[in-house]
């Protein structure tokens, strides 16, 4: 009789009063972390949609940056933003109807020139270009040294040679140049095929301050931290379940 007892008992402590109550938290912690990496996904979109614009590029003029075909993220900037070296999105009528993707390569107030010893000047510097193709400065049309007006910027592509860029422009009555105000967005990466992040314009350090970068790891960021709390949070069901089915077989097996 007293062995009996003993039996009936040690289970309905053990089982009847933690099992359910820590399925209990454990079910709610399950939620808020599910609930957490939802607002993370879907705030990382709705941030990146915000900030950032999707793009074709249409040419291989900014080749080998950007190719023909290639899909890219630029994230939205005001014109008056936007710094020596940075690629930009920009709209000009006097040179296309859409969009166009080109390098910026002196601001207003500086005097660009191209191409003493292979290479382009501005403000009497050389500039190092190392996205450039083997050869592009060398062979991209010569040019004597051009002043920027202010509140406008001088843009060539990567790809001088077949580039329709501001040394096609230099006959027309802004001297090739665009004003700050057309620019959309500067691009910041490449996403298919998934080249990534474009590479830092180093070589216009010392004419001035380079373009922060924009926002994009941390959208990027977000969104990955969204998908792994979703799923963590989404398995704490089934490995629940299992880790009682595994604990009952355990007190079915010590009561026998």
């Given amino acids: 009789m007293g062995g009996e007892s003993t039996t009936d008992t040690a289970p309905r402590g053990s089982g009847a009063t933690t099992g359910p109550a820590g399925s209990r938290t454990g079910q709610r912690l399950s939620g808020l972390v599910v609930a957490l990496g939802l607002v993370l996904f879907l705030g ?13 590029v ?15 993220l630029a994230e939205r900037v005001d014109g008056t933003d936007v710094r020596r070296g940075d ?3 920009f709209r000009d009528a006097t040179w296309a109807d859409s969009p166009m993707v080109k390098r910026v390569v002196a601001v207003g107030g500086d005097t660009v020139s191209c191409c003493q010893d292979g290479k382009l000047k501005v403000n009497g510097k050389e500039m190092d270009e190392p996205y450039l193709p083997s050869g592009t400065a060398a062979e991209s049309s010569h040019f004597a040294g051009v002043t920027v007006p202010e509140g406008r910027l001088f843009l060539l592509g990567d790809e001088r040679r077949t580039s329709l860029d501001s040394t096609a422009h230099l006959t027309d009555a802004a001297g090739g140049t665009v004003a700050r105000s057309a620019v959309d967005a500067r691009v910041e990466a490449v996403v298919w095929p998934l080249d990534g992040m474009l590479p830092r314009p180093s070589g216009f350090a010392e004419l001035g301050a380079l373009s ?14 969204g998908v792994v709390l979703i799923l963590a949070g989404a398995a704490y069901g089934p490995v629940a379940q299992r880790a009682a089915r595994s604990r009952a077989r355990t007190g079915s097996d010590g009561v026998r």
């Fill in 44 to 56: 990382g979109f709705v941030w990146g949609a915000v900030v950032y614009q999707p793009y074709t």
């Fill in 58 to 72: 249409p040419t291989d003029s900014m080749t080998p940056t950007v190719g023909a075909g290639d899909r890219i």
């Fill in 87 to 89: 690629v930009v999105v």
């Fill in 212 to 225: 922060p970068p924009g926002p994009l790891r941390l959208v990027l960021g977000a969104v990955a931290a």
